[in-house]
């Protein structure tokens, strides 16, 4: 296993991310990176994707390459800043569903290059290469995979008497979560693999970090591939993740809402146990946590830093914890 330390700065660096939470964790690894002249790469989930209007979107790689790339609507929280609306709202007029998903204009145009690439025969991860060259993220993107993994949650909708399957964006935006809800499956998983960069990513990688994304239906959708935590097993380098929870509170979303329906317990080193070391079935060698957040876990290293993300320089002081942390794991 590689050793790291503030004197040896790691040169190569692969972050396992989904979500706004992933998106403004790169923001400050991005900035650590610049720092220490090392180029990262980002593994980011696509089980929140979906085909809508005939459009495929993959709203955890657009979120994270608009805010990279300096178009992310920051205060709405997602899409692209100086959005408009009017063909969402025709396409409302010709009642034309779902009308609960909005997709702006400028979003659209994503869209549309997506799917003709990959209408095409081009693999998302090639897709998305060519998106990132309009947008100079200075990080890498790759897909987890380039097959179509969804996830999906199991719940019970309003006047329905049994349970059934939806798109993990229809529970999440239309019902928020306000569902009886038992479970989240991966579709399309069994039949799914990492793409040879992502293999070739994290065997060249001298850091893994794993974002403070949801890590239920961010980080989970990644790890769930077949593939994933055997080749995180194998890399030569430490594997670090930060907790995306500060005293049981999620720092974005509703991972503890998602935690809940898996019946893991809402603290930080819950999640860590949940992860697991990767000694075992696990990926972890180290976690970091909030101040206060921390104990003891068998085979994990766990630190305590300072956890807000709020702006790049200080969430760039929590990728130097995770660095040194990393030094730390034998």
Same mark, same amino acid.
Not at 18 to 32: C, D, F, I, N, S
Not at 287 to 311: F, N, R, Y
């Given at each position: 296993?590689?050793?790291?330390?503030?004197?040896?700065? %790691?040169?190569?660096?692969?972050?396992?991310?989904?979500?706004?939470?992933?998106?403004?964790?790169?923001? $400050?690894?991005?900035?650590?990176?610049?720092?220490?002249?090392?180029?990262?790469?980002?593994?980011?989930?696509?089980?929140?994707?979906?085909?809508?209007? $005939?459009?495929?979107?993959?709203?955890?790689?657009? &979120?994270?390459?608009?805010?990279?790339? $300096?178009?992310?609507?920051?205060?709405?929280? *997602?899409?692209?800043?100086?959005?408009?609306?009017?063909? $969402?709202?025709?396409?409302?007029?010709?009642?034309?569903?779902?009308?609960?998903? !909005?997709?702006?204009?400028?979003?659209?145009?994503?869209?549309?290059?997506? @799917?003709?690439?990959?209408?095409?025969?081009?693999?998302?991860?090639?897709?998305?290469?060519?998106?990132?060259?309009?947008?100079?993220?200075?990080?890498?993107?790759?897909?987890?995979?380039?097959?179509?993994?969804?996830?999906?949650?199991?719940?019970?909708?309003?006047?329905?008497?049994?349970? &059934?399957?939806?798109?993990?964006?229809?529970?999440?935006?239309?019902?928020?979560?306000?569902? %009886?809800?038992?479970?989240?499956?991966?579709?399309?998983?069994?039949?799914?693999?990492? !793409?040879?960069?992502?293999?070739?990513?994290?065997?060249?990688?001298?850091?893994?970090?794993?974002? %403070?994304?949801?890590?239920?239906?961010?980080?989970?959708?990644?790890?769930?591939?077949?593939?994933?935590?055997?080749?995180?097993?194998?890399?030569?380098?430490?594997?670090?993740? @930060?907790?995306?929870?500060?005293?049981?509170?999620?720092?974005?979303?509703?991972?503890?809402?998602?935690?809940?329906?898996?019946?893991?317990?809402?603290?930080?080193?819950?999640?860590?146990?949940?992860?697991?070391?990767? &000694?075992?079935?696990?990926?972890?060698?180290? *976690?970091?946590?909030?101040?206060?957040?921390?104990?003891?876990?068998?085979?994990? !290293?766990?630190?305590?830093?300072?956890?807000?993300? &709020?702006?790049?320089?200080?969430?760039?002081?929590?990728?130097?914890?995770?660095?040194?942390?990393?030094?730390?794991?034998?």
């Amino acid at each position: 296993m590689n050793a790291l330390s503030a004197n040896t700065p %790691p040169r190569n660096i692969v972050v396992l991310a989904g979500g706004v939470g992933g998106a403004k964790y790169l923001l $400050g690894v991005r900035e650590y990176a610049r720092e220490h002249g090392a180029e990262v790469t980002a593994i980011v989930n696509t089980g929140d994707d979906a085909t809508m209007h $005939g459009l495929r979107i993959c709203p955890d790689l657009d &979120s994270i390459m608009y805010t990279l790339g $300096g178009g992310h609507d920051q205060e709405r929280g *997602w899409g692209q800043v100086g959005e408009t609306w009017t063909v $969402g709202e025709e396409l409302k007029e010709y009642g034309a569903g779902p009308t609960w998903f !909005s997709l702006g204009d400028k979003d659209i145009a994503t869209h549309l290059v997506r @799917t003709q690439m990959l209408d095409a025969g081009y693999r998302l991860t090639e897709v998305t290469e060519a998106l990132c060259a309009r947008w100079q993220p200075n990080v890498r993107l790759l897909p987890m995979s380039d097959d179509r993994v969804e996830t999906h949650v199991v719940c019970t909708l309003p006047d329905a008497e049994q349970p &059934s399957a939806i798109h993990f964006q229809e529970w999440w935006v239309r019902y928020r979560t306000k569902v %009886p809800t038992t479970g989240f499956v991966q579709v399309g998983a069994e039949q799914a693999a990492p !793409s040879a960069e992502v293999l070739a990513a994290l065997k060249e990688a001298d850091l893994i970090l794993l974002a %403070p994304s949801n890590p239920v239906v961010s980080i989970g959708p990644i790890l769930g591939v077949p593939g994933m935590r055997e080749a995180l097993r194998d890399a030569a380098a430490p594997v670090i993740g @930060t907790a995306g929870l500060i005293n049981g509170a999620p720092l974005r979303g509703m991972a503890d809402v998602c935690l809940q329906v898996i019946g893991v317990e809402q603290t930080a080193l819950a999640v860590a146990d949940y992860l697991g070391a990767r &000694s075992a079935d696990g990926v972890l060698d180290g *976690w970091l946590v909030a101040p206060g957040d921390g104990g003891t876990l068998d085979a994990i !290293s766990v630190a305590e830093a300072p956890l807000l993300m &709020s702006d790049a320089g200080a969430t760039a002081q929590m990728v130097t914890a995770a660095v040194e942390l990393a030094g730390q794991v034998r």
